[in-house]
Each structure stands twice: as structure tokens, then as C-alpha cells.
């Protein structure tokens, strides 16, 4: 962040939220359940090469674009962070995150574990958040119910899945998405600073995501 939008969203306290997630975990459904109760947030879209899915709206749910336009904003600058996964790439703009920062609104990230340690390298007064499913299992029935990836995809998904858990510990908060509504409110109260339950510290989450991954 330049030193003029880093001065002027710490005097406004705004805040920038990062949300990572293994692929399966809810954290798309989790974050648009969290946006339509908090409009006020801005929800910076990623840029990705991957193609559409006919769920998807283009400058809705990803700024879709190919590998040379993804190249050239990179290689600009632009790029606040990117990741490479499963052979496409994602990254987030520089410019309208510190844009929004300096207008005093709160801004949400939704990326992966490798986006994210790049945003703490750049911003390290961001909150950063990691959703975990409930378990192991039922990450497999929640890949397997979208019917939009075959079944040797699926197989990489769960396989980095475990991979990606593996980085939980790197996060401020970790949100167990078992029952979305809780799941909601446990977001909300960790982005508002007011939750012990979810800290990476609490003796009780760490237990809990050590019987997610047995």
C-alpha cells in the first residue's frame, strides 16, 4: 500500500479482511450470506484466467480475463497478490483494495493460503480468517454435490484440500462451517474483534481442528 492510502486507512480505521478456505469448504457461500448482512462491506473480486461457470456472472463473482492480460497487470504492478491453482490463476487488484482502504471502507479478500501470506507481507494490519469444513468427509460430499468438476478433479481438490488445511495455524481466526447460520455469526463477531472462540490460540479450537484432520 502507498504511504498516503496506508495513512489514511489507519486515521478512519478501516480494515482489510482476509477469508481462506480449502476448495469445498464453504467459504464462497459463507462470505455472500456475510455480505448481504454487512452491505457496507466492500467485496474486492478477483481477477482469473480460469473460464466461467454458467453460475457465474463476469464483475460479479471474478474479473475474467486471459493469461496475457492477467501478465501484463502483473507485471504493472497491479497485482496485490496471485496464485496459481490448479493450473489457473487468481489474483486480487492493488489499486481498488487502497482505493476503497483510503475511502474509510472496510474491504474483504476472498483468496487462498498463498494470497494471503503475500497480503500479510504487504498489509500486516489486515484480520486474516481461514474456514475449515467439519470434516474430511464431509469436504468429499460438498465437492461432490456442485456436479461441476469430474471425478479425477475432485480427487486433487480433496488432495490439496488437505494440503491447504495444513496452513491454519498461519491465520488470526479459524471458522469451523458446520451449521452456516452459527458459522455466520462466528465471522462476524472474529471481524469485529469481540472472539476468542476463533483465535488460532484458543486451546479449544486447536483441539477441534485436530479432530477435523484425524
Not at 475474467?64 to 496485490?80: C, H, P, Q, S, V
Not at 496459481?84 to 474509510?104: D, I, P
Not at 452459527?182 to 483441539?207: D, I
Request: glycine share 4%.
Amino acid at each position: 500500500m502507498s504511504e498516503t492510502a496506508s495513512s489514511r486507512s489507519a486515521s478512519n480505521d478501516a480494515k482489510l479482511f482476509v477469508i481462506a478456505a480449502p476448495s469445498g469448504a464453504g467459504k464462497t457461500t459463507l462470505v455472500k450470506k456475510l455480505v448481504a448482512k454487512q452491505p457496507e462491506l466492500r467485496f474486492s473480486i478477483s481477477y482469473t484466467t480460469r473460464e466461467k461457470r454458467h453460475t457465474e456472472v463476469d464483475g460479479s463473482d471474478y474479473l475474467f480475463i486471459d493469461r496475457d492480460e492477467f501478465n501484463r497487470l502483473r507485471e504493472a504492478g497491479e497485482m496485490l497478490e496471485w496464485a496459481e491453482v490448479f493450473g489457473h490463476l487468481y489474483a486480487t487488484s492493488r489499486s481498488k483494495v487502497e482505493k476503497l482502504l483510503a475511502e474509510g471502507r472496510n474491504v474483504l479478500l476472498e483468496i487462498d493460503w498463498q494470497g494471503a501470506q503475500q497480503v500479510r507481507e504487504s498489509m500486516p494490519d489486515c484480520v486474516t480468517i481461514f474456514i475449515l469444513p467439519p470434516s474430511l468427509p464431509e469436504l468429499e460430499r460438498r465437492l461432490r454435490d456442485r456436479r461441476t468438476d469430474s471425478s479425477e478433479v475432485i480427487e486433487r481438490r480433496l488432495s490439496q484440500a488437505v494440503d491447504d488445511i495444513g496452513h491454519w495455524e498461519e491465520f488470526d481466526h479459524v471458522i469451523i462451517n458446520d451449521d452456516l447460520g452459527e458459522a455466520v455469526a462466528r465471522l462476524e463477531a472474529a471481524m469485529a474483534g469481540v472472539s476468542e472462540e476463533t483465535s488460532t490460540q484458543s486451546p479449544e479450537l486447536r483441539r477441534a481442528v485436530k479432530r477435523i484432520l484425524s
